[in-house]
């Protein structure tokens, strides 16, 4: 298979997926569950030449491949897809998570072809966002995610399904058309649907925009993208959306979907508008600090497992925003490890809730109590994905945050200091969380008949682990490849930056 077709058999494979399930009869679980998990299994193992064969020393895309798509006067869309440094690991992680869902998902028996062509569904708008390099693709596969999201927590979701599908819903729509009124504008004052083609363009001088025209552009981008991260005080949905979505549901959304929003930042609003992007860059770091603290404050006093996990999130994501609006290469290089490691540690830990879930069907901690006596292996697995999370040396959280945080020092060292604060505050929940569930006595006789985890759910968790410890030891085979297309970013910033200051000493002489 030749690398420019690689891609295209990853957005396929998932694609093909959907349509077996269609063809399948409703009755055939088995069937149905084996034919979902093939399909992904079969994404993720193709996949693994997109890393293998990168370049790492090449920031331009790679694997590309483009094809007419329609036309419409001279409205020319194409399919075009590729990756670079960024995207890589996105697509790799998607597809990663993609099967371990499926698994998690294997005691589903409502609806379950919906269910399973859902998930597949929302597959192929995932990695489509990640790739696509065309500005109609890249809201088409937008909007492809909207609809399985939503379906999955309305239908397979909690007690308040509707409310929290019907919130989403309308925050992700809003942001939907913010961005795409930025498309459309976009491609009139460009001339190009081509990402790549737009970003040269604007970066070589070739097309100027004035400054209120890359302030509304930059504006509309960024709301689309904070919403769907999401940004304080954008952040009302995602709680709602986590704790009512089934386990799978949430795990998606926090392993992979969040992540949509700061790639979209790195993607456009940073490369396409850096002066409006280093103009709002006080704002957006002090929405980021407030969202750190606020969320790690509200996580504390969650009475429900899930809950806090969820705002743990909102805390996390905005340690991410901060970095990426610090503008220098630890910062950047560290915030995007660290949407890792986010997705990795975050949707491991919804999958840990989950199961414990199954079995007692509450998911408040004033009833666990001593579930390490009961459960052993559930309790060190737990143990090993909290620290992950709260960024123990050696695991996978650890390098995200501190290069986050360093780069964010040489950016501002009070906001570094303000970020430090929430990030000693995730310890504190986390682990204080952990005592009351799993240490002391058994609290209750249900607890103490519990079975410990089975060897699917093991195996389910034993991917999550292994690359906790690889990412947190051997980081450089993920930061390696990532270093080339981070630094014509913060190269592209730092142009920009030089430029502002060198008019205002004009100025001031």
Not at 95 to 100: A, G, T, Y
Not at 319 to 344: D, K, P, R, W, Y
Request: hydrophobic letters at 55%.
């Amino acid at each position: 298979m030749s690398e420019s077709m690689i891609l295209t058999v990853v957005l396929l494979l998932p694609g093909l997926g959907v349509l077996a399930l269609a063809l399948l009869p409703s009755g055939s679980k088995e069937m149905l569950r084996l034919t979902a998990l093939a399909a992904t299994t079969l994404t993720f193992l193709a996949s693994i030449p997109l890393w293998t064969g990168f370049e790492a020393a090449s920031g331009a895309m790679q694997f590309t491949a483009e094809a007419p798509w329609f036309t419409l006067g001279t409205f020319q869309a194409r399919y075009a897809v590729g990756i670079d440094g960024i995207s890589l690991f996105l697509v790799l992680l998607t597809n990663l998570i993609m099967p371990l869902c499926i698994l998690a998902s294997w005691h589903v028996e409502k609806h379950l072809k919906g269910y399973l062509i859902s998930m597949l569904a929302l597959q192929v708008g995932m990695v489509g966002v990640f790739i696509a390099l065309d500005l109609v693709l890249f809201y088409l596969f937008w909007e492809v995610m909207l609809i399985p999201m939503y379906f999955l927590i309305g239908i397979w979701g909690g007690e308040r399904r509707i409310y929290a599908a019907v919130k989403f819903f309308l925050y992700t729509a809003a942001g939907s058309l913010l961005m795409l009124a930025a498309l459309i504008t976009l491609y009139f004052k460009v001339g190009s649907l081509n990402i790549v083609e737009l970003t040269q363009a604007l970066s070589s001088g070739a097309v100027f925009l004035d400054e209120t025209t890359a302030f509304w552009l930059f504006s509309a981008f960024f709301l689309a993208f904070a919403i769907k991260v999401p940004l304080f005080p954008f952040h009302t949905w995602l709680p709602d959306a986590h704790v009512e979505a089934p386990t799978a549901g949430s795990v998606i959304l926090a392993g992979v979907l969040l992540k949509m929003g700061t790639y979209g930042l790195l993607r456009f609003c940073l490369p396409m508008f850096p002066e409006a992007a280093v103009q709002a860059a006080p704002t957006v770091s002090w929405l980021a600090i407030i969202a750190i603290i606020y969320g790690a404050l509200v996580a504390m006093v969650q009475p429900d497992v899930k809950k806090l996990v969820a705002y743990s999130s909102v805390s996390h994501m905005g340690l991410i925003v901060l970095g990426i609006f610090a503008f220098n290469m630890q910062a950047v290089e560290g915030a995007t490890m660290q949407m890792l490691n986010h997705g990795i540690s975050t949707g491991g830990l919804f999958l840990l809730v989950g199961m414990i879930y199954d079995r007692r069907h509450t998911r408040k901690i004033e009833d666990f109590g001593g579930l390490a006596q009961s459960m052993p292996v559930y309790a060190v697995l737990f143990m090993v994905i909290t620290l992950s999370s709260i960024g123990l040396p050696g695991l996978n959280g650890f390098v995200g945050e501190f290069l986050t945080l360093q780069g964010t020092f040489l950016a501002n060292p009070l906001y570094a200091a303000f970020a430090t604060t929430g990030v000693i505050l995730s310890a504190v929940y986390m682990l204080w969380m952990y005592q009351r569930v799993f240490l002391g006595k058994v609290s209750s006789s249900e607890n103490r008949t519990l079975s410990d985890l089975s060897p699917r759910e093991i195996g389910l968790l034993l991917p999550l682990v292994i690359l906790a410890l690889w990412m947190g030891l051997y980081s450089s085979s993920f930061l390696r490849p990532m270093d080339a297309s981070i630094q014509k970013i913060v190269d592209r910033v730092e142009d920009v930056r030089q430029n502002q200051d060198m008019r205002v000493e004009n100025r001031g002489n």
